[in-house]
């Protein structure tokens, strides 16, 4: 694979072309958007571009035969490193970050530029920030450094004004289902279910794997009645777990939720088939106009989750939505 088979990222593509093509690569980027679009496959592929050693059509390609590829492929290139956050407490994140800089000053062992990339970097402390400011003040000539989180404003202002930020747009549910087909076995129906629960993005690549994360969650929506009920769902958002599928959980919400308006007037047209129950329940619990306006907000949620708002006091104003206009459909 190389830059020219990313889908659905044509824009965020094309800038990187050009720094590649203009050989202005000793940069320090962000790539950011929502998770699952192909961020850090594209981060990669970039590597693979600038360090390649084989037979390239245009600059910014990759041959993906090279020893180089292959290595970098295979995550044993000694000139790319890849790390993820959250590293668990503040010390491991200074330690990381000591040893990443130490690596990053270090000369080239073989290839031609020297590639960090940093998966959830929102996620990395106010200390590990600031330890990586003077690097990204002072860019070494050998070294380009790729920032990838799906909430930038999490990152201290110093650091995201040091970097060339680049969007990547949601994925249409033809690419999501174009991806999955090229990597699964999923049948058309399958592939339309988890396209349109994907929502901009994949996160799912077995209709298991979401079936499960849909059983749980509506299970605890079809409980939903009185305002205590609510608060003891919201006070799951405390957990770890909840946190880290925050994204997950409200495609799911949501879709349980346009179900509920859906089943109504237009049952045919819910996705959500196997819990036409708990759909009808629901329904009958609230308002069509109130679950609309849970539903308007739960997509407002995404924006205040990257603000580093609580998750638990955001899913309780969602929630609440619920309570306007209950009992009277």
């Known amino acids: ?149 799906s909430s930038y404003a999490r990152l201290l202002p110093t650091v995201q004004s040091r970097l060339i930020k680049v969007g990547f747009n949601r994925l249409s549910e033809e690419s999501i289902k174009e991806i999955l087909a090229s990597i699964t076995t999923l049948n058309k129906e399958q592939l339309n279910y988890l396209s349109f629960l994907s929502d901009g993005g994949i996160k799912y690549t077995a209709p298991d794997d979401i079936e499960n994360d849909v059983k749980k969650m509506i299970a605890l929506l079809a409980e939903l009645k009185e305002p205590a009920s609510m608060v003891k769902l919201a006070e799951k958002f405390k957990l770890q777990t909840y946190k880290e599928h925050f994204e997950q959980i409200v495609d799911i919400m949501l879709s349980f939720f346009i179900d509920s308006v859906l089943i109504q007037n237009n049952p045919g047209l819910i996705r959500n088939k196997g819990f036409q129950q708990e759909i009808t329940a629901f329904s009958r619990q609230f308002r069509s106009h109130a679950i609309i306006n849970a539903a308007v907000s739960l997509e407002k949620a995404r924006s205040a989750y990257e603000l580093n708002i609580s998750p638990q006091m955001i899913m309780e104003h969602v929630l609440f939505q619920l309570t306007g206009d209950n009992n009277d459909n």
């Open 1 to 149: 694979m190389s830059l020219l088979d990313i889908k659905g990222q044509q824009r965020a593509i094309t800038i990187i072309e050009k720094f590649i093509e203009n050989k202005s690569i000793n940069s320090s980027f962000l790539f950011f958007g929502r998770p699952g679009i192909g961020k850090h496959l594209t981060a990669l592929n970039m590597a693979k571009a600038i360090n390649c050693i084989g037979e390239k059509q245009r600059a910014w390609l990759s041959d993906d035969a090279c020893v180089s590829c292959k290595k970098i492929e295979n995550n044993i290139h000694p000139d790319v490193m890849q790390i993820t956050v959250p590293i668990p407490d503040e010390s491991s994140q200074m330690e990381t970050m000591v040893r990443v800089i130490e690596w990053l000053h270090m000369p080239l062992f073989e290839g031609k530029q020297k590639i960090l990339v940093v998966d959830d970097a929102s996620e990395l402390n106010v200390h590990a920030q600031n330890a990586m400011l003077k690097t990204l003040e002072e860019p070494l000539p050998w070294v380009t450094i790729v920032f990838i989180t």
